[in-house]
């Protein structure tokens, strides 16, 4: 069983990797030119970063691999479960980076083969949480101390919790070091919340490999970052806080604890719903940190206060949870 020191040794262990195979790893991208693609509809500002070498979600899940699969406990269902579901999902963002790349435009792999992809991961969380882990199909609404029964629906709301989050991560990572350092802070919470809880241990410990790959991966990507982590990173992290709300059942608190995510899927929707239908838009541009950034915010201002704002949302929701349980 994971103690409280071996999840520091997994968490130190992951950060010290990002940090020392990550100037390798850059060199070898840009000696291949392998760089982010802009949007020409982005901000103009944005251009100047075209070239920055990209798919640093490589190197963040190989240091989280690496302390997690020599310490884990392999009889734990739902941590095995989790890190495969979100090595699955980094590995659609690798074929969606390596499109890319080598094709030399903004737009990656087709929605229908992200849907599928996303369907089957679900799927198998599905399985995991129900038939390994002995999960009951429910949606527990701790906010009013209820419980409700989805049956045959369970597989429905995993996907939307899986899919919902992988591409909320994957829109909020438009900044420097933006996502990573709101992935670091949820998943802070969710390494707070797996360890508060008994027979969690497992999933703490993958939690804080997730936390120390993303502090490591920040060394380089915060602004001016000299590397993205491209849909690699922001797929496979979502994935990875959508499966740990799926095993700890806080599906409901997860709208607070990535609220920042939450903010920026819901700025998408708002703006193509009103444009769609109005002919008019709500945001000067979407995501919302778009919308700031064009607004006149520094792009560090715009960082900053984001990372304020999530850590304050996932502290809000981690203590909702200690209440629960309480």
Known sequence: MTNLGEVLIGGTASLLICIFLSPKFISFLRAREFGQQIRDEGPAGHHAKAGTPTMGGIIMFTAISVPFLILVDYSDARAIGVYVAAMACAGLGLLDDAQKV????????????????????????????????????????????????????????????????????????????????????????????????????????????????????????????TIFMGDTGSLGLGCAIGGLAVMTKTEELLVLLGGIFVAEALSVIIQVFSFQTFRKRVFLMAPIHHHFEISGWSETKIILRFWIVGTVLAAVGFTLYQKSIS
């Open 102 to 225: 080598f094709k030399r435009r903004s737009l990656g792999l087709r929605g229908r083969w992200k849907l599928l992809v996303l369907v089957a991961i679900s799927l198998f969380l599905w399985w995991i949480a129900t038939q390994q882990a002995g999960l009951d199909p429910t949606l527990r609404l701790r906010t009013l101390d209820l419980t409700i029964d989805l049956g045959p629906f369970y597989p429905i709301l995993i996907y939307l919790v899986i899919a919902g989050t992988s591409n909320a991560v994957n829109l909020t990572d438009g900044l420097d070091g933006l996502a990573a350092g709101c992935v670091a802070i949820v998943t802070l919470a969710y390494l707070g919340i797996t360890f508060i809880t008994g027979g969690q241990e497992e999933l703490a410990l993958l939690c804080g490999c997730l936390v120390g790959a993303c502090v490591g991966f920040l060394w380089y990507n915060a602004f001016p970052a």
